[in-house]
């Protein structure tokens, strides 16, 4: 069946420096979608990219979307203590939603 | 809008204990979703469902069951619990198209830490 892999699964970062992450699925997708879970909270969406090779940008967030549609990744430049949870990407599969296992960012001050 | 709510927050079982996860969404959202997520670990599928009366199993769906008789509610039922089934447990609603059925974003609910001791 359908997977989709991220890696890293952790990544430790000095506050200012930047992160990037990384989502690969085994067939290509319609969309792809973004996600934020804090410490002990639950996941938040943050964006949807749907065109091939498509690059959205939220502050010092960037995502990009493969053109090929099978892989994208999420960029966080000048990383900040808020920016600390972990960051999953979901692609859809004929009415649920595929999630990677995540990349958990941890930032020291 | 409350948007999607899960009761109870917390929850203690003895093995072999039965209980109902509540969740509730007033965004009338067509697809709802349960997944449990271990300590550390990411998010596995129980069960959807893309419509009231219409259920399928995700990828760890037993010793659960659900139903949805309503476009809002959509219990997810625990029968003879066990200690691996100590996990959080979020809720999440989208607006799916119903032709494709690609879910679109999907909202979650806080959560319920459940421990089987």
């Known amino acids: 069946g359908q997977q989709v892999m991220q890696i890293p699964q952790y990544q430790h970062v ?74 999953f990407c979901a692609g859809p599969n004929t009415g649920k939603l595929i999630f990677g296992q995540g990349t958990t960012l941890q930032v020291k001050p | 809008n409350a948007g999607v709510t899960q009761t109870p927050k917390f929850r203690i079982l003895k093995i072999g204990q039965s209980m109902t996860l509540q969740c509730a969404q007033d965004m009338n959202h067509n697809y709802m979703y349960w997944y449990r997520q271990d300590p550390g670990m990411g998010l596995k599928l129980i069960y959807y469902s893309v419509g009231a009366g219409i259920t399928d199993k995700g990828e760890v769906p037993n010793g659960y069951n659900v139903s949805r008789s309503t476009t809002e509610d959509f219990p997810l039922r625990l029968e003879l619990a066990a200690p691996s089934q100590t996990s959080v447990y979020f809720c999440a609603s989208t607006r799916g198209t119903s032709v494709t059925r690609v879910p679109n974003e999907q909202f979650f609910g806080p959560g319920t830490r459940l421990t089987v001791l």
């Open chain 1, 14 to 87: 000095q506050e200012g420096e930047d992160f990037t992450t990384y989502c690969n699925s085994s067939t290509t997708l319609s969309n792809i979608q973004w996600y934020k879970q804090r410490p002990g909270g639950h996941p938040v969406f943050l964006i949807q990219l749907v065109k091939s090779g498509e690059v959205k940008k939220q502050k010092r967030l960037t995502f990009q979307f493969g053109e090929a549609k099978k892989n994208s990744s999420l960029h966080i430049t000048a990383t900040q203590t808020t920016d600390v949870g972990t960051y």
